[in-house]
């Protein structure tokens, strides 16, 4: 069974700084095993991790949410292709975690306007 959402780079981040209890009660709603995370969306956090001088706390972080999130494999290229012969155009980043969110027919949650001009019938968007 496919996840329901796929959470997108920005999310996570805040969910690993755990200061939105909005965000965090509604993480709580949703069903174990319906939330999940694109292997994508962790080379971008593990980038990000690489890059700061002292990285423990968010290290312990992201390990917390790997423990509660699965991380999924992707396919890329029917969405960017249908993407791009519309004229969207987004980061590559932002282009894989929609790919990847279409591909396992989850809905996108993210807070990236990016994101918003990805038409309906391609991706499903919530903002958390």
């Known amino acids: ?9 920005n999310i996570i981040s805040h969910i690993m700084q755990g200061r939105d209890n909005d965000l965090l009660n509604r993480l709580t709603n949703v069903a174990v095993g319906q ?3 694109s292997s994508v969306t962790l080379a971008e956090l593990e980038y990000g991790l690489h890059r700061r001088v002292q990285p423990s706390r968010l290290r312990n972080a992201l390990t917390q949410v790997l ?3 699965d991380v999924l ?6 969405l960017c292709n249908n993407l791009e012969s519309k004229g969207i155009n987004l980061s590559d980043f932002d282009m894989m975690i929609a790919a990847h969110a279409a591909s396992v027919k989850s809905t996108l949650v993210s ?3 990016a994101f918003s001009q990805i038409p309906t019938d391609c991706v ?3 903002i958390w």
């Open 35 to 37: 939330v999940a995370m």
């Open 67 to 69: 423990l509660r999130i």
């Open 124 to 126: 499903s968007l919530e």
């Open 1 to 9: 069974m496919s996840p329901h959402y796929l959470l997108d780079t």
């Open 111 to 113: 807070r990236d306007k």
């Open 73 to 78: 494999p992707w396919d890329y290229g029917e």
